[in-house]
């Protein structure tokens, strides 16, 4: 009976497909039945109402939700979402994706996701300050330094980060920036976490074509999404020789088989605020982007994106997940059969966000900061250990790196709950 209730509550097709992912890798292990269901579905979901007053003097109520998937190997930890199409079956499918990326990197968090349905670009920056703050305030009885510590994802950034963290600080009378990470540096945020998680999928993409013998300077790239991730990943790719040939967003891309000046997009961007008219190659399609020819595919935006239409069609020899989910099961299945296209799944290709803000909470609880050096060398030293780890198991049990990756954090957190026990 509780099965069928939890399942209706997050009933959407991405949960359905982080269930499945869940499912597969529990029949794999052999997990026993009467640790499933509690591995498996969230701890905590909060959904709220966030009324604010627009800049016309009018009120707009919004929904938002938050939800904390496990606890039992220390605080939840995850993003915030600013975006129209947020669910909550959504937000409890990156929760949970969240809780096997924290584990998989040895990380001392469970998994957490939160979201607000609102199209960020619609609104001024005073709405969106008076929204952050809102979510925030009606957060406070759910999370803490050490119960819940959110940070930015898609529609959110280090600003919004910062009046989260001043508007928690102000509720509890005295200055916390271990409340949230991602934050600018003059509230206590660390060095290299803005380009964190593109740094980490950068590196690893070039750990995998070593191990493909292909030279970086050889490989072409497309990407798909040029937010934070995509942009720092492009960077941090044509500043090791690799040519960019592709880049998109929500407004459509550009491609240029003879490269893609980066910092040019990068600045068009800044202004423009999308990609939409820029004069750096010929315009494509998001869909056209994801089949060109190139060695290094990077979805870096939303779930969903390669799918069983497309997986047929597609023409890389690297798939690097920047975004969280972006490959279907029955994409997944295809890619696989074809055995010609190497994956690093998503949660440990884009683990380096997490990894970051992990450092900056620790370097906020003790008052004590690293330079980016010493940020950076931490972070590649974890990626290396956790990509160890899951080629290890791919091996050892001839596995797909998806599965050797999602098998190795679920059974670590399913460890975590059982040396517990259950709480009468």
């Not at 498996?40 to 998937?69: M, W």
């Not at 939160?114 to 305030?137: A, C, H, K, T, W």
């Not at 999370?143 to 898609?154: E, L, S, Y």
């Not at 990756?405 to 040396?419: C, E, N, P, Y």
Request: charged content about 20%; aromatic content about 8%; overall charge neutral.
């Amino acid at each position: 009976m509780s099965k069928a209730v939890v399942s209706s509550l997050y009933d959407s097709d991405t949960f359905k497909m982080a269930c499945r992912q869940f499912d597969q890798a529990a029949d794999a292990i052999n997990l026993p039945e009467e640790i499933r269901d509690r591995t498996k579905y969230p701890r905590r979901c909060v959904a709220v109402a966030l009324p604010i007053k627009r800049d016309n003097g009018s009120v707009t109520v919004f929904e938002g939700y938050r939800v904390q998937h496990n606890l039992s190997t220390g605080p939840a930890k995850g993003g915030i979402r600013f975006h129209q199409d947020v669910t909550i079956g959504e937000v409890a499918a990156l929760a949970m994706w969240m809780s096997w990326k924290c584990s998989l990197v040895g990380l001392p968090y469970g998994g957490a996701k939160g979201g607000v349905i609102v199209n960020p670009g619609l609104l001024s920056e005073g709405e969106l300050e008076r929204l952050s703050r809102r979510y925030m305030q009606e957060l406070i009885p759910f999370i803490g330094p050490h119960v819940d510590v959110p940070a930015p994802d898609v529609g959110t950034n280090e600003k919004v980060m910062g009046w989260m963290m001043d508007t928690y600080s102000n509720h509890i009378g005295y200055n916390s920036p271990a409340i949230v990470t991602g934050k600018p540096l003059s509230l206590g945020g660390s060095q290299g976490r803005r380009e964190a998680t593109g740094a980490g999928v950068a590196y690893l993409v070039q750990r995998y074509l070593e191990d493909m013998k292909i030279p970086v300077t050889q490989a072409t790239v497309a990407i798909q999404g040029f937010g934070n991730v995509g942009g720092e990943t492009a960077l941090a790719l044509a500043a090791a020789g690799a040519k960019i040939i592709a880049l998109s967003d929500y407004t459509g891309g550009v491609f240029n088989a003879g490269g893609i000046d980066v910092k040019k997009a990068l600045e068009y961007v800044k202004y423009q605020r999308t990609l939409k008219d820029f004069h750096g190659g010929d315009p494509i399609t998001n869909e056209q982007l994801l089949t060109l020819p190139c060695t290094v595919l990077i979805p870096a935006a939303l779930e969903r994106v390669i799918t069983p239409e497309n997986a047929p069609r597609l023409q890389c020899r690297l798939l690097a997940e920047a975004a969280n989910g972006p490959t279907t099961n029955a994409a997944d299945k295809i890619i696989e059969e074809r055995g010609d296209i190497e994956v690093i799944p998503d949660v440990l290709c884009n683990a380096g966000g997490v990894i970051v803000s992990y450092f900056e909470w620790l370097q906020n609880l003790q008052n004590f900061y690293w330079d980016r050096e010493d940020v950076m060398q931490k972070l590649f030293a974890l990626l290396d250990k956790a990509r160890d780890s899951v080629e290890y198991q791919k091996r050892k049990f001839k596995f797909g790196r998806r599965l050797a990756a999602l098998t190795l954090g679920i059974q670590r957190v399913t460890d975590a709950k059982q040396s517990r026990g259950l709480f009468p």
